[in-house]
């Protein structure tokens, strides 16, 4: 798909291969994309963790900027895979996990992208009810078509849309922003200022870097258009510039608001803010906010819609088509649909606790993906067999399989589960610690350490062969 005026309206790629006279893509894009991605009002109450548990605001600031350029840096180095093979991210992991093994991964990575629309979902129906007394279930309704359809027409559109609402909504948040910085935000601080403790330092800090990693298992969905010429270090910096910036500034911003304005609602406490330093500001910059939401729930909806199709093409293979990404598109619509309708708005809360749940299961596909990429294979692969269910690697490849188990199972003594439905769950590691929770990062180490370990014995020599014949073979 061309992008120019007489280019198709829906995307023709799906989960295959974008050949090199495709290669559309601008890196200067890759910036607004990741920036505006995190530019609405789902990352303000990511801030109100650490005031909730008693932390001040400088040092909620400091666990947000950490957890962030962490969490980033995995997402940032995930994205530079895109242009070099110009694949699906998750297409790219059979190479750790093999041709049905990968489907470990992408359940968890699916209910990623579910959980946060649907959480999404529940925010902007209880958000704008409360804040412009607007119908819940139309919010929902429109919200959901809205993000599918941005799903539907695909790439290309995702990009432009993020574009267009970022141009309008930058500068007036800097105004919102400048204007809390010199005292017309409005506010007093409520109870105790904060103070710091490990505990509630490390729930801000993993919530932060939670955020970004859970944009890993697609992030080079956005990035594969690009030519195979791009520089990866160009594509990092991007990437990393537009996801970190915006997060940090609206979650620094979302802890001012719990302390000084008493927040509970992103929504609530963005238009007070705005209205405190100009009359009416908050509400247009609120709405905004409310569009970029939609519109990232359009980004997971797409990125969800490759994941359905890869887990069925693992097992039952098909030639892609823009037919069956429209289908999977439909089918996560009426799913996250169906059930963010049938939980009530406090039940975001056992939502925003599973996505901690899921920063655990992404984080040993992360580390394995990343060590097998940048120090194990290199770059180097037989985009051929990627497509292949008894290729060159495998249906079930035990090294990535072992690394991905080994790096989940040390990660539960250490876990932090409280909340989430029944489960109130603290590991004896983590009561040992005070309840700090470090699994995510016990799991990091352990699942590289591992995995180069199993990946000593690769032989690559087969694989670099069909790597130097395979451009004849893609065509």
């Not at 242009?83 to 990623?112: K, N």
């Not at 948040?173 to 904060?194: D, E, K, R, S, W």
């Not at 088509?321 to 996250?336: D, K, T």
Request: proline content about 4%; some cysteine; charged content about 10%.
């Amino acid at each position: 798909m061309a992008d120019n005026p007489g280019a198709g309206l829906i995307e023709t790629r799906s989960i295959d291969w974008v050949p090199h006279d495709e290669r559309h893509g601008k890196l200067w894009h890759q910036l607004p994309l990741w920036f505006n991605g995190n530019f609405q009002y789902f990352s303000i109450p990511i801030g109100f963790i650490g005031p909730s548990m008693g932390l001040s605001l400088g040092w909620t600031a400091v666990a947000v900027v950490v957890g962030i350029v962490i969490g980033t840096l995995f997402m940032a180095f995930h994205a530079s895979q895109g242009p070099h093979l110009g694949l699906p991210q998750m297409i790219q992991s059979r190479g750790q996990f093999g041709y049905r093994g990968v489907v470990i991964p992408l359940a968890a990575t699916l209910f990623t992208y579910v959980a946060f629309n649907i959480a999404d979902q529940v925010l902007l129906g209880s958000g704008l009810k409360a804040t412009f007394h607007w119908n819940a279930q139309v919010v929902a309704v429109i919200s959901a078509v809205a993000a599918a359809l941005l799903a539907i027409f695909g790439h290309d559109w995702v990009h432009r849309v993020f574009r267009w609402i970022l141009a309008v909504a930058l500068p007036l948040m800097t105004v919102v922003t400048v204007g809390v910085l010199l005292g017309f935000g409005g506010g007093a601080t409520h109870g105790h200022p904060g103070a710091f403790t490990w505990v509630a330092f490390m729930a801000q800090l993993s919530a932060a870097a939670a955020y970004n990693i859970t944009y890993a298992p697609y992030v080079s969905d956005y990035s594969r258009y690009l030519p195979v010429t791009t520089r990866s270090s160009g594509v990092i910096a991007s990437v990393f510039g537009g996801a970190s910036i915006a997060a940090i500034w609206l979650m620094v911003l979302g802890a001012w608001m719990a302390i000084r304005l008493g927040a509970t609602d992103g929504l609530a406490g963005l238009q007070t803010a705005g209205d405190n330093v100009v009359p009416y500001l908050g509400t247009i910059v609120a709405l905004l906010s409310v569009l970029a939401l939609v519109a990232t729930m359009g980004m997971n909806a797409y990125g969800g819609a490759l994941t359905v199709l890869t887990i069925i093409d693992s097992f039952r293979s098909f030639k892609p088509s823009p037919r069956s990404r429209v289908i999977a598109v439909l089918v996560l619509a009426v799913v996250w649909f169906a059930v963010a309708e049938s939980i009530s708005g406090g039940a975001v809360q056992t939502v925003e606790v599973a996505l901690t749940l899921m920063l655990y299961l992404l984080v040993p596909w992360t580390a394995t993906n990343l060590v097998d990429f940048f120090l194990v294979r290199k770059g180097h692969y037989a985009i051929v067999e990627f497509f292949k269910p008894n290729g060159l690697y495998g249906t079930w490849a035990w090294r990535g399989l072992v690394a991905y188990a080994v790096g989940f199972a040390v990660e539960i003594p250490f876990m932090v589960l409280q909340g989430l439905g029944p489960v109130n769950y603290v590991g004896p590691a983590a009561r040992a610690l005070g309840g700090v929770d470090i699994a995510w990062l016990v799991g990091l180490a352990v699942t590289s350490v591992v995995y180069w370990l199993c990946a000593r014995s690769l032989d690559l020599s087969a694989e670099v062969e069909l790597e130097h014949d395979e451009d004849a073979l893609l065509e």
